[in-house]
């Protein structure tokens, strides 16, 4: 076939369905938005990742995942053999079943290490995703990485280009460089690197430490020494090529990503800026994500020529929409009351706490006799993750209070329906962060394609707009007191006093969303900057 413009798509999450919770959170939620988008592509894109037989470590119970009720089926060869990948990481065997997604131009690949093939100590490296402990991630993404180029080349499939995100991706070019120099078996790993490098771009897709992992000599060795014998690769060479960039002592698959790659991308112009005050030699360049419109968009809405359509009857689509979900998540709630939703992981730098930092006044707020407020905090914390887990028990405690219960609603759980439902319910997306660590907020798209107005610091995607007579920015410092003053002040009124300025700024969110951050700019921009560059 003409590789020409083929484009792999390395990821170590995709969130397809809820029936498949091969996720975590925002980093899957955007790799399947553009999977959904790639289906309309004029070029291939294959879509490789891994395939965890008992989902996210979070949010699956006991039991095996069924990728058929995804539409997935499993990879079958022109004689209808199954087709397995063998990916020569250790000395046992390690073989790959392959799942199968083909919609148009967009093929998902995933490789499962679940199958009778496997010793049962190989088959739990991708029992869980990022679970259960520090040396299976380091596994995991071994897999991913030289399992990836392994499948392609088994298909014949040898792309111009690999996107790589984030570092849990790192490894693939450990497996381009490996496979460069078996067909050159006279250059050198520097020839081999430069020669690689032009076919490999990355996406960081935050400043956060917790975007790749961290491991030392001892642990590097102990997964990759037989890989880099076989391969004739000098095991200090390969290490150097990942040091970290504070600890030298340490591997970064962030540094062994970064390093590597002709180009890189950061998902938002703040993002570039935080990432050269963290990383003053960064040459990230800035693509800000985008969504998949029709995936995430209410159908009324795209059944609908809104510019045509009559406040009255603009608003009602609002207000059905709203009140079906509220239906739908059980909630007992007032469709007619001002609704504010914050849904994210329930991380401290994310600030879920912000709106609960002055009780007597959000009590005044909720409970105004004539202007009432409803909020919905939704999120999960990792178990692991202690702060978060007392950021929970602080918001359980404060919805069951008598003053807050009818009008505070905490839904402890994630999702792609609940999200469907959740940006359906809002009237207002708040997004408060402490500035520098959103890196993008694809949420807000979410809900500001359904009409929900923007209430959020000037981070991530925010930063980019112009919120005067659309949204309201909340200014990062005294965040806690702005909050409750330009909700006293600005937006109940707007809502409840001034609904014909509500609903122009409602029609202004959404067109800003559909011509600006959608998946298909976001292609648009990765095929001009990223893939194939004119200049």
Known sequence: MDNSKTVAYISSEYALSDDLPIFAGGLGVLAADYFLEARKSAIPFYFVGLLYHHGFIEDWPEGVLDPTKSALKLLKDENDELVLVDIDIFERPLLAKVWIKEEGNAHLLLLDLNTTANEQESREITAQLYGPDQKNMLAQQLVLGLGSVKLLNRLGIKPAIFHLNEGHTSFTILALVTDYLEENPNATLAEALSATKQKVVATKH?????????????????????????????????????????????????????????????????????????????????????????????????????????????????????????????????????TVVWSRRLAQYKRPLLIFSDLERLNRLVNDSSKPVQIIISGVAHRKDKEGQEIVAKINEIVAKPEFSKRIVYLPHYGL??????????????????????????????????????????????????????????????AAENIYKILETEIVPCFYDLKPDWIARMRKTIALVENHYTTKRMMEDYLRQLYFPTN
Request: aromatic share 10%.
């Open 417 to 478: 329906t609940l999200t469907k439902n959740l940006i359906n319910c809002a009237d207002l997306w708040l997004n408060n962060p402490e500035m520098g660590k959103e890196a993008c907020g694809t949420s807000g798209m979410k809900a500001g394609l359904n009409g929900a107005l923007e209430f959020t610091v000037p981070d991530g995607w925010a930063a980019e707009v112009d919120w005067t007579n659309i949204g309201w920015s909340l200014p990062d410092e005294n």
């Open 206 to 338: 935050t400043i956060l430490h917790s975007s790749g992992i961290f491991f030392d000599r001892q642990q590097f060795d102990s997964l990759l020494t037989k890989y880099l014998a076989r391969h004739k690769l000098n095991a200090d060479e390969i290490y150097k090529l990942g040091n970290n960039y504070t600890d030298p002592a340490n591997f970064s698959t962030n540094a062994l990503l970064l390093n590597n790659c002709v180009r890189g991308s950061c998902v938002s112009g703040v993002h570039c800026a935080f990432e050269i005050g963290v990383h003053p030699n960064s040459t990230l360049i800035p693509v800000t994500n985008g969504v998949y419109k029709e995936r995430w968009q209410d159908q009324k809405w795209q059944e609908t020529k809104l510019d045509d359509l009559p406040d009255e009857k603009f608003s009602q689509i609002h207000q059905d929409n709203k009140s079906a979900a509220f239906k739908f998540l059980g909630l007992n709630l007032d469709p007619n009351y001002l």
